[in-house]
C-alpha cells in the first residue's frame, strides 16, 4: 500500500476520492453499496444508466434528490426544523437497477425461485434487505439468500462461510465472477446486497436505494399472513423525504465523517450526524417509530446504523461524541427494534467487528478486533412498551 492511499471496510481508499456506503468513490462517480461502481458504462447496456459529470450529475436519475437535506423540505412533517450546516451534495449510485419510473412498474419478473440475494452482515445497506426479507416472511424456497464472509479481501467478498468455499447455489467462490460474467471487462468491483437471476446465471439488481421498496410492494403475493406494510402507499412521499434526511445526515453521513480527508470535513460531518441523532432522540421521546405508531422502511435504515454505532463507527470512523447507549430514547428504540426476531437475526456484531477492523482493506496490520462493548445488553428491557404498550409487529 502506498503513502497516499487509506483503506475502507469495503475496499482500498484513495485520499482524495470521496465516500458514500462502504468505499470511497471519485468525485464525478457514485458509487453503489458496499464497493466501487463500473468505471465505464457500455452503450446499450439496459440496467446501466449514462453518467453525467461533475457534483450535482445525480440530478435526474433514478436515486436523484438523495442531498440537501440540511435545509427544511416544504411539507415534511416529519422534521421541518433546519439546523445549521453547510451544504453537502451527495450523488447517487450507479447501480443495476430498477427503471427511473415507480419501483411498481419494474421489469423483473416476480417470480418464486428465480433470485437469489447475496448480503454480508457486514454491510448496512444488505443489512436492511435481510431484515425486510424477514419481516415480510419472504422465505428461501421464493428469494434464496447467499451470505458473503463480512471480511473483504483484495479479491472482494468471498463465499469462505459455505463448504468449499462456494455459494452452493451459484457455485462461485468470489462475488466477481457472477458480476464479471454479468458484464465481462467492464471493471465492476462487486458489491453488496445484490440481486441474482440464478436462471440467467447474472446479476440482475444491486440498488441498494430502491431493492427494499421493491419487495415491500411487488412481491406481497408472497408475504408471510399479517406481514407488515413497510411501504404503504399513502406514506410513500413522506417515507421517502424521511428517508433522503437519513441517507445524508445519518446512514451515508457516517462514512463522510470515517473517511474524511481534512479534519474540517470530519468535523463537519460529525456535527451533521450528532445533531440528526440529538433531533432523532427527541422525536423518538414521543414518538414510538418514525412514522407515529407503525414500522415502516425508514425505521430499518436507521436502524441499521444505530446498531454499529457502538461496534464500528465509534471507533474506526471516530464518531465518538456519544455511544448510542448513552441516549435514552434511541437505545431503547432501538433495543425494541433489536427484539423483533427479524431485526435480531439479522443482526451480527462480531460479524461487524470483524468485518469493520480485519481484512486487507482494514488498516488493522496487527488484526486486533475489539473485544468489547458488552453486546448483551442489547436483549435487556426497554421501556418503549410502557410509553406506548405492547409492541405490534
Same mark, same amino acid.
Given at each position: 500500500?502506498?503513502?497516499?492511499?487509506?483503506?475502507?471496510?469495503?475496499?482500498? =481508499?484513495?485520499?482524495?476520492?470521496?465516500?458514500?456506503?462502504?468505499?470511497?468513490?471519485?468525485?464525478?462517480?457514485?458509487?453503489?453499496?458496499?464497493?466501487?461502481?463500473?468505471?465505464?458504462?457500455?452503450?446499450?447496456?439496459?440496467?446501466?444508466?449514462?453518467?453525467?459529470?461533475?457534483?450535482?450529475?445525480?440530478?435526474?436519475?433514478?436515486?436523484?434528490?438523495?442531498?440537501?437535506?440540511?435545509?427544511?423540505?416544504?411539507?415534511?412533517?416529519?422534521?421541518?426544523?433546519?439546523?445549521?450546516?453547510?451544504?453537502?451534495?451527495?450523488?447517487?449510485?450507479?447501480?443495476?437497477?430498477?427503471?427511473?419510473?415507480?419501483?411498481?412498474?419494474?421489469?423483473?419478473?416476480?417470480?418464486?425461485?428465480?433470485?437469489?440475494?447475496?448480503?454480508?452482515?457486514?454491510?448496512?445497506?444488505?443489512?436492511?434487505?435481510?431484515?425486510?426479507?424477514?419481516?415480510?416472511?419472504?422465505?428461501?424456497?421464493?428469494?434464496? =439468500?447467499?451470505?458473503?464472509?463480512?471480511?473483504?479481501?483484495?479479491?472482494?467478498?468471498?463465499?469462505?462461510?459455505?463448504?468449499?468455499?462456494?455459494?452452493?447455489?451459484?457455485?462461485?467462490?468470489?462475488?466477481?465472477?457472477?458480476?464479471?460474467?454479468?458484464?465481462?471487462?467492464?471493471?465492476?468491483?462487486?458489491?453488496?446486497?445484490?440481486?441474482?437471476? =440464478?436462471?440467467?446465471?447474472?446479476?440482475?439488481?444491486?440498488?441498494?436505494?430502491?431493492?427494499?421498496?421493491?419487495?415491500?410492494?411487488?412481491?406481497?403475493?408472497?408475504?408471510?399472513?399479517?406481514?407488515?406494510?413497510?411501504?404503504?402507499?399513502?406514506?410513500?412521499?413522506?417515507?421517502?423525504?424521511?428517508?433522503?434526511?437519513?441517507?445524508?445526515?445519518?446512514?451515508?453521513?457516517?462514512?463522510?465523517?470515517?473517511?474524511?480527508?481534512?479534519?474540517?470535513?470530519?468535523?463537519?460531518?460529525?456535527?451533521?450526524?450528532?445533531?440528526?441523532?440529538?433531533?432523532?432522540?427527541?422525536?423518538?421521546?414521543?414518538?414510538?417509530?418514525?412514522?407515529?405508531?407503525?414500522?415502516?422502511?425508514?425505521? =430499518?435504515?436507521?436502524?441499521?446504523?444505530?446498531?454499529?454505532?457502538?461496534?464500528?463507527?465509534?471507533?474506526?470512523?471516530?464518531?465518538?461524541?456519544?455511544?448510542?447507549?448513552?441516549?435514552?430514547?434511541?437505545?431503547?428504540?432501538?433495543?425494541?427494534?433489536?427484539?423483533?426476531?427479524?431485526?435480531?437475526?439479522?443482526?451480527?456484531?462480531?460479524?461487524?467487528?470483524?468485518?469493520?477492523?480485519?481484512?486487507?482493506?482494514?488498516?488493522?496490520?496487527?488484526?486486533?478486533?475489539?473485544?468489547?462493548?458488552?453486546?448483551?445488553?442489547?436483549?435487556?428491557?426497554?421501556?418503549?412498551?410502557?410509553?406506548?404498550?405492547?409492541?405490534?409487529?
Amino acid at each position: 500500500m502506498t503513502k497516499k492511499t487509506e483503506t475502507s471496510a469495503c475496499g482500498f =481508499v484513495p485520499k482524495e476520492k470521496e465516500t458514500s456506503a462502504c468505499a470511497f468513490v471519485p468525485k464525478e462517480k457514485e458509487m453503489s453499496a458496499c464497493g466501487f461502481a463500473p468505471k465505464t458504462h457500455a452503450k446499450g447496456h439496459s440496467h446501466v444508466p449514462e453518467a453525467h459529470d461533475g457534483q450535482d450529475w445525480s440530478h435526474g436519475n433514478r436515486v436523484g434528490g438523495y442531498h440537501d437535506s440540511e435545509r427544511a423540505i416544504p411539507g415534511d412533517t416529519w422534521f421541518n426544523t433546519p439546523f445549521a450546516g453547510g451544504r453537502e451534495v451527495i450523488g447517487a449510485t450507479i447501480p443495476i437497477g430498477l427503471p427511473d419510473s415507480s419501483v411498481e412498474e419494474q421489469e423483473l419478473p416476480v417470480e418464486a425461485g428465480r433470485y437469489r440475494l447475496i448480503w454480508t452482515p457486514l454491510c448496512p445497506w444488505a443489512t436492511r434487505l435481510k431484515i425486510v426479507l424477514n419481516l415480510l416472511g419472504i422465505g428461501g424456497d421464493v428469494i434464496s =439468500v447467499g451470505t458473503a464472509d463480512p471480511v473483504k479481501t483484495a479479491d472482494g467478498w468471498k463465499f469462505t462461510l459455505d463448504p468449499g468455499g462456494k455459494d452452493p447455489v451459484l457455485g462461485i467462490s468470489s462475488l466477481h465472477e457472477i458480476y464479471e460474467k454479468t458484464a465481462p471487462g467492464e471493471g465492476w468491483n462487486d458489491t453488496v446486497p445484490v440481486l441474482v437471476d =440464478v436462471r440467467e446465471g447474472r446479476v440482475i439488481n444491486n440498488d441498494y436505494h430502491h431493492l427494499p421498496n421493491y419487495f415491500e410492494t411487488v412481491w406481497k403475493p408472497f408475504w408471510r399472513p399479517g406481514a407488515p406494510d413497510l411501504y404503504p402507499a399513502g406514506l410513500r412521499t413522506q417515507i421517502d423525504r424521511l428517508n433522503r434526511i437519513l441517507f445524508n445526515d445519518v446512514t451515508n453521513r457516517v462514512y463522510l465523517a470515517g473517511y474524511a480527508a481534512t479534519q474540517a470535513e470530519y468535523e463537519h460531518s460529525y456535527d451533521i450526524f450528532f445533531k440528526r441523532l440529538d433531533a432523532l432522540e427527541n422525536y423518538l421521546g414521543r414518538h414510538r417509530f418514525l412514522l407515529g405508531n407503525r414500522l415502516t422502511d425508514a425505521d =430499518v435504515r436507521l436502524y441499521v446504523t444505530l446498531s454499529r454505532l457502538d461496534a464500528a463507527y465509534y471507533f474506526a470512523f471516530r464518531l465518538n461524541k456519544q455511544r448510542l447507549r448513552d441516549y435514552d430514547n434511541l437505545w431503547n428504540y432501538a433495543k425494541e427494534l433489536y427484539s423483533i426476531p427479524a431485526f435480531r437475526e439479522a443482526t451480527d456484531f462480531e460479524a461487524i467487528k470483524r468485518g469493520y477492523f480485519l481484512g486487507d482493506s482494514a488498516p488493522n496490520p496487527w488484526r486486533i478486533v475489539p473485544y468489547g462493548p458488552d453486546e448483551s445488553v442489547w436483549t435487556e428491557p426497554n421501556n418503549r412498551a410502557e410509553k406506548f404498550g405492547p409492541l405490534e409487529v
